[in-house]
């Protein structure tokens, strides 16, 4: 070690190169694992996650619908037949408002079963979960709080179970605090409420598919003899639900169960962009070891005369080449020690400026396991970089050494050969990277020139939910929105306002089946399934879509069959 030292020591320029040359390439590896890591291969934050399954159904004859989540008759139906569960959930993502005399908030919150805190087997730190009597439609508002909303808003209060606040108009009583490592469904839910639910009244709501459905596997239970029992038992739907108008729809649009892991649910489509950047940087550290190589070789030609003394010394081809990846390996474990600073650096722009929507981004560090990533990266990166000049300190020969050392000849064939050979691959990985980056940048602007079907200048948006308590008819909300619409356009600087459901590309739409006067239905057959979106008069003007010659109706509560602009 204390000769290896030296020699690094003794050709600073070469060290020091080759340390930021390595650093950089391990550092980019080591800051897209930690990414890869957190988000893919890391477990989920609860206990036993890989038990955890979404029970999601497929309908290809819908053709307008991808996915068709959970409905409340199929879940009572699942969690009371299912053999192969050790428990069943419900939730849906929405919002909740802090209403009263108090400081008004709006936060993100859950509206869930009462299995819910018992399927994920993580109990309220302090008070309880739900009880099956928190879900009836008469019964009490009641919420759990976050940490983070118990300590921002409530000042972490200890007593604040039992305390009652005013949540979207209703006098709603506190019952729990969860611990702060419990973020589910996303990190920004703030609190839970409970769903109303009615297991004597749900026939009519077979097809109303809003709500996410999270099954536990039993032990020793798989999700193939999850997802055959839940095929057994959907078969005969009709029978099962024989007064939901819904059920032939679905049996004729070809309704099976889909089974997913629930961190694959949770992770989306990003798996595949994630492996493949990793992939992209693996090619900058080749390049980075191709570099290395060649300042290696050209180093030990200036050393070739040391190598030709030592063998003529007795020096065997094991201690040449043991001493050249000896000295590789730590070049490369110094490289490694530079990146971790610069893993870390990198990782939290990552975590603060990082893309919108990156799921577990909360959840991205270094830990342990990138750390042995990282060492194993450094001694692989080493002995790949080395193993080129150590081939070649095996082939010297005392004679021929000192021969070529002694009259000054050039540099022999071979070694030119082996030093423009990493040139050209180095270029061969540059331009490889080079030619996908390029590609990737002329997707991005294909994408973004692409015209969505409106003028997105000067748009602003924004959403505002009633309390039904307050607004508790169609005419009062009617009322609200025509209000508003007519302060807004009032401002100065407005020149349109209008009122939609949801945004375009939001991803957020609804509808349903629809009976067209002059297209009467076969038996069995199903009928035409429409996405529909409320919209007030002049939203397409306010869009500048190129429909705008098409209004709305003044009666805006009907309706729209207008196609969507996107």
């Not at 709603?172 to 973020?183: K, R, S």
């Amino acid at each position: 070690m204390r000769l290896l030292l030296r020699r690094l020591a003794a050709s600073p320029g070469f060290t020091a190169i080759s340390v930021l040359t390595l650093a950089t390439g391990i550092g980019a590896n080591l800051a897209i694992f930690t990414t890869v890591n957190a988000v893919l291969l890391r477990p989920l934050p609860l206990p036993e996650s890989d038990r955890l399954v979404i029970v999601s159904h497929a309908a290809p004859g819908l053709v307008q619908l991808d996915e068709l989540p959970m409905s409340e008759p199929l879940y009572f139906l699942y969690a009371r037949e299912l053999e192969t569960i050790d428990g069943m959930m419900l939730f849906e993502e929405t919002a909740s408002s802090f209403t009263g005399p108090e400081n008004p908030q709006r936060v993100a919150s859950a509206r869930v079963s009462p299995s819910f805190f018992e399927v994920l087997r993580s109990p309220p730190r302090v008070g309880r979960g739900f009880l099956d009597e928190d879900s009836r439609p008469d019964a009490p508002p009641t919420m759990v709080l976050s940490d983070s909303l118990w300590r921002s808003r409530f000042d972490a209060d200890p007593n604040v179970v039992g305390r009652v606040v005013e949540v979207d108009g209703a006098r709603t009583e506190i019952v729990g605090v969860m611990p702060a490592v419990f973020t589910f469904p996303r990190p920004e839910t703030q609190l839970w409420r409970p769903l109303e639910l009615n297991e004597t009244q749900t026939q009519a709501r077979l097809g109303v598919f809003r709500s996410q459905g999270v099954v536990r596997l039993g032990p020793g239970r798989s999700r193939n003899q999850l997802e055959t029992e839940l095929v057994g038992l959907t078969a005969n739907l009709v029978d099962l639900f024989p007064g939901a108008s819904a059920g032939p729809v679905l049996v004729n649009a070809g309704f099976r169960p889909v089974v997913t892991p629930l961190r694959e649910w949770m992770v989306g489509d990003i798996q595949a962009t994630l492996w493949i950047l990793l992939g992209a940087v693996g090619f900058l550290l080749l390049i980075a070891c191709a570099n290395v190589a060649n300042l290696f070789l050209v180093r030990a030609e200036g050393r070739h005369r040391d190598l030709s003394v030592r063998v003529a010394l007795g020096a065997g081809r094991a201690r040449l080449v043991g001493s050249t990846l000896s000295e590789s390996v730590l070049l490369a474990l110094v490289g490694g020690l530079v990146a971790v600073p610069l893993t870390l650096a990198a990782v939290r722009l990552l975590v603060r400026f990082g893309p919108d929507g990156l799921p577990r981004v909360h959840e991205i560090s270094v830990d342990g396991t990138v750390l042995l990533f990282g060492l194993a990266l450094a001694i692989a990166g080493g002995l790949l970089f080395g193993l080129l000049p150590a081939l070649r300190a095996a082939g010297i020969t005392a004679s021929a050494a000192l021969r070529e050392g002694a009259r000054g000849a050039s540099l022999g064939r071979d070694r030119h050969l082996a030093r423009r050979g990493l040139v050209v691959a180095q270029i061969a990985l540059a331009l490889t990277m080079l030619v996908g980056s390029g590609l990737a940048v002329r997707s991005f602007q294909r994408l973004a020139a692409v015209d969505p079907g409106f003028d997105t200048t000067n748009l602003l948006t924004f959403r505002a939910n009633l309390v039904d308590r307050q607004y508790d008819s169609d005419a009062s909300r009617l009322s609200f929105v025509r209000r508003l619409l007519d302060r807004l356009g009032g401002l100065p600087g407005v020149t349109a306002a209008a009122a939609v459901t949801t945004t375009p590309l939001s991803g957020q739409l609804g509808g349903g089946g629809h009976s067209l006067e002059d297209q009467p239905l076969a038996d069995g057959e199903a009928p035409p399934l429409f996405m529909v979106k409320y919209a007030s008069p002049g939203y397409f003007g306010a869009m500048r879509t190129p429909s705008s010659r098409v209004e709305t109706s003044t009666d805006w509560m009907r309706t729209v069959g207008t196609r969507s602009p996107s």
